[in-house]
């Protein structure tokens, strides 16, 4: 088992990009609001070249946070999809459809 922070990172990062890895997705939200010390880090634990062909790693951010630009100074650019805000109708039908399943 690791010891420290790093080394946990390279391990995971080893698993991640393991093709012998058993499929698995990630999902880590809000990674910008993580504190100033552990954004610089957050992201460590993700590999920097191939994921493994069963892994899908999600996250959420905000454009133009230090997490993101994290991500795009990569040599190989993660896929990004912006999520805008949902209008009010959308909202709506959503408070609509979780009343109904109370």
């Known amino acids: 088992m690791p010891k420290d922070y790093e080394s946990a990172a390279q391990l995971v990062s080893g698993v991640l ?3 012998n890895t058993r499929p698995v997705i990630i999902i880590l939200d809000a990674v910008n609001q993580f504190d100033d010390e552990k954004q610089s880090n957050i992201l460590s634990w993700l590999p920097r070249s191939n994921l493994s062909p069963h892994i ?6 905000i454009n133009d ?3 993101h630009k994290i991500l795009n ?3 190989k650019m993660p896929m990004e ?3 805008t805000p949902l209008d ?3 909202r709506q039908i959503g408070r609509a459809s979780c009343r109904e399943r109370v």
């Not at 899908?56 to 951010?61: D, H, N, Y």
């Open 56 to 61: 899908r790693v999600i996250l959420s951010m």
């Open 73 to 75: 100074d990569r040599l």
């Open 88 to 90: 009010m109708a959308a």
């Open 17 to 19: 990009s393991n093709k």
């Open 65 to 67: 946070t230090p997490p």
């Open 81 to 83: 999809v912006e999520v």
